[in-house]
């Protein structure tokens, strides 16, 4: 019995000696340590993407042991080089901590607003903790109209003195001056752009984020971003704020157009500007924009004006300026030609020789026609004579002491520029005339 405890007790210390694993010819079995990966919580400690590498043969840790990836990255040793590479994080622990980061998006967490600036390649900070800066439909557009005022009203604040017995004029002018400094001060890059990096700063700085009630300063970037490239440049600023510069050439204040009855007409309007408010078209004080009119119906996109059948009654003076700033305004004075319409009396007569013969042409139109006579085809303007004469204006021929060769038909002609018109009076000298 003796002699079998002895044997236990032997083979024991040869395991013990083996480093407690069984040895065998052609195999060196070694401790081998599993990898230690130490996470915490993201947004409570910047070492949370440490990581620990495998303990190799010579007993020492790998390359992630001292690698800081920060914040939504985590350290991982490459299977097939070896070598430590900082990852985005697969995944944050779930909790719901909403939070809104700089670049738009809204997020459930600190840890998913690092983990998707690793991912995006991109800087993105948490604008606020509480509140989401875009709160979807609540902001509606009284309310935005109130935040661009205020915002406005710190501009003013910051740079000049108050307007409030200032011209209207000077009060444009500082409007526009309080915008530039506004954009120059949001745009802190000096690239031209305001983004949603620079609004989050200006909301931090001026501290912002809970004074604007359902409406934050990012929707400027909702409302006003008319391109929708998700920045704002200096044009979109000045449409956000109504800053609006109006021009109107010297030469064009009065204008006249000339349009023929039954045609239609445009009436262009010359204020001009960026920005330019619509048009707003009056006469006789009345704006007509507001009237339902059947020949009046078309203002067009540009601010035209739009008469679709003139008729005399279209006559008259327009004026047109922008909606809001009726100081600077267009006068058109609307010619209305009318073409020519012709009578001569008597249409027939006949006349003894000797006596004398008269022919009247009326005619009206507008602008008023010049007349003028043809003898079977012929200008009489070179015959006249003593005896042939023209009167009141050229409407009457007066023949005096007629001949057998004034027989003809004699064609009064009228002409505008809206067009031509004629008529006949025939001549008969014979000897028994007969009364007409």
């Not at 009284?142 to 710190?154: G, S």
């Not at 013969?357 to 006249?384: F, M, V, Y």
């Not at 005896?387 to 038909?409: C, F, K, M, P, W």
Request: negative net charge; glycine residues 6%.
């Amino acid at each position: 019995m003796f002699m079998w405890w002895s044997a236990v007790l032997l083979l024991g210390c040869i395991l013990v000696g083996a480093d407690g694993w069984p040895a065998k010819e052609g195999y060196d079995f070694r401790p081998y340590q599993p990898l230690v990966r130490l996470r915490h919580k993201q947004e409570k400690n910047q070492e949370s993407s440490r990581s620990k590498g495998y303990m190799g043969q010579d007993g020492h840790f790998g390359s992630c042991e001292n690698k800081y990836c920060g914040l939504g990255r985590h350290c991982v040793v490459n299977g097939e080089t070896g070598q430590a590479e900082c990852l985005c994080m697969e995944h944050c622990k779930p909790h719901y901590k909403p939070v809104c980061g700089s670049d738009g998006e809204f997020y459930e967490n600190h840890c998913e607003v690092h983990r998707a600036a690793c991912l995006k390649k991109q800087k993105v900070t948490i604008v606020h903790n509480e509140d989401c800066f875009f709160k979807g439909d609540k902001c509606k557009p009284t309310e935005y109209t109130k935040v661009k005022n205020m915002l406005l009203d710190l501009q003013n604040q910051r740079y000049t003195a108050q307007s409030k017995d200032k011209s209207f004029d000077e009060k444009m002018t500082l409007k526009k001056l309080l915008v530039d400094e506004m954009f120059n001060y949001f745009d802190s890059d000096n690239n031209g752009l305001v983004d949603t990096n620079e609004l989050s700063q200006v909301i931090k700085r001026d501290e912002l984020g809970k004074d604007l009630s359902d409406c934050s300063l990012f929707d400027l970037l909702k409302y006003d971003d008319y391109n929708s490239d998700k920045h704002l440049a200096l044009e979109e600023f000045y449409r956000a704020f109504q800053v609006v510069q109006l021009s109107l050439p010297e030469d064009q204040k009065l204008s006249t157009t000339a349009a023929t009855v039954g045609q239609s007409a445009v009436l262009s309007c010359a204020v001009q500007g960026t920005l330019r408010p619509p048009i707003i078209w009056k006469r006789n004080n009345v704006v007509l924009n507001s009237l339902d009119l059947e020949d009046i119906n078309d203002f067009g996109d540009d601010g035209s004006l739009y008469i679709t059948k003139v008729t005399t009654t279209h006559m008259g003076n327009y004026t047109c300026y922008a909606d809001g700033y009726d100081k600077l305004y267009q006068t058109h004075i609307l010619q209305v030609n009318v073409p020519p319409v012709i009578r001569v009396y008597p249409e027939s007569q006949a006349r003894e020789p000797g006596v004398t013969a008269s022919l009247r042409c009326h005619a009206e139109g507008i602008p008023n026609p010049q007349l003028g006579w043809l003898k079977n085809g012929i200008d009489i303007t070179p015959k006249l004579s003593k005896q042939l004469t023209l009167q009141a204006n050229g409407s009457e021929v007066h023949i005096s002491n007629v001949r057998y060769e004034d027989t003809g038909a004699y064609t009064c002609i009228a002409k505008n520029e809206a067009g031509v018109d004629e008529d006949i009076s025939s001549l008969f000298v014979e000897d028994s005339a007969r009364k007409t």
